[in-house]
């Protein structure tokens, strides 16, 4: 009776097979290790040995494998905040020119330029997106809008929000696009909003016993002015009263004046103005002596 035995294979046998299996390895690794690919909105850094070789574009691009590394940075627009997102409170915390302290929401929107050169020059000195955002735009952002809140009192920066979120936006880009010996850093500052700003509550309650007191003022105030043009309407009233009653006053004087100066100059003006009053009728009693009216017994 045989059987069936399986054959061994040799030492030789064994070589060949992790060999391939090796070469197969380093196929395939040198194969997807040789090429990578860029996405719209980013550059690439290739460097070799520490050095950069080239500034990648978008799309399929080649290089070394194992040798050459390859570095992603966004040339996208890119938002750094300070805000409370009702769990954890981020604001920035700042005085204004009249000591107030507050928090508010910040918003900076930057991005990185796309030209080689800038790339380099970032790669050069952060690296990437991460490096010069925790390098540059983070601390220079935050000491920017602070300076620009402290040239506001705190309530000009309440009624006058526009005019401080521009004036914020252009420290940020002094700030930002100015880099080390004169020179700027790769990066653009695109808009600065500055939101949610929040004074203590010791402030607030100041500022509401101050509007209250305002508002007493206006009402007392309001008030003596009424009472004031009351007073002068009467006053004006009285005049006007005391004007009519001279007026009056002086032509009752008058008229006396003219009827004494017509008596004297025509004596007969009583007989004749009691004769045109007179109704025609004779008395019925008479004192003796006297004279019958309107009868001249001479």
Do not use: C
């Amino acid at each position: 009776m045989s059987s069936f035995e399986p054959s061994v294979p040799g030492p030789k046998t064994i070589l060949k097979i992790v060999g391939a299996i090796f070469f197969g390895i380093f196929a395939l690794s040198f194969f997807f290790g040789s090429y990578y690919t860029v996405d719209q909105g980013e550059k690439a850094v290739q460097t070799r040995f520490g050095s950069i070789v080239r500034v990648a574009d978008p799309g399929l691009n080649f290089k070394m494998p194992w040798i050459d590394n390859v570095t992603k940075i966004s040339t996208r627009t890119q938002t750094l905040e300070w805000k409370h997102d009702g769990k954890t409170d981020f604001r920035m915390e700042a005085y204004s020119h009249d000591q107030q302290p507050a928090q508010m929401s910040v918003k900076v929107i930057w991005h990185v330029k796309g030209d080689d050169k800038s790339i380099r020059e970032l790669y050069a000195q952060f690296k990437d997106n991460a490096g010069i955002a925790t390098a540059v735009i983070e601390p220079r952002s935050s000491t920017a809008v602070k300076t620009t809140f402290g040239q506001f009192t705190a309530v000009s920066v309440v009624q006058d929000r526009n005019r401080f979120n521009s004036v914020a936006f252009i420290a940020v880009q002094d700030l930002v696009n100015q880099g080390a010996d004169g020179k700027q850093f790769p990066v653009v500052v695109d808009g600065v909003q500055v939101w949610d700003i929040t004074f203590s509550a010791a402030y607030i309650h100041a500022v509401e016993e101050r509007m209250k007191a305002e508002v007493e003022v206006a009402k007392v105030t309001q008030n003596l002015e009424r009472e004031r043009k009351e007073a002068q309407i009467k006053v004006v009233q009285a005049e006007a009263e005391a004007k009519a009653t001279k007026l009056e006053g002086e032509a009752k004087a008058y008229s006396i004046k003219i009827q004494a100066e017509a008596l004297r100059e025509n004596k007969d003006i009583v007989p004749l103005e009691l004769a045109r009053k007179w109704d025609g009728k004779l008395p019925i009693t008479m004192v003796p002596g006297q004279a019958v009216p309107f009868i001249n017994v001479k």
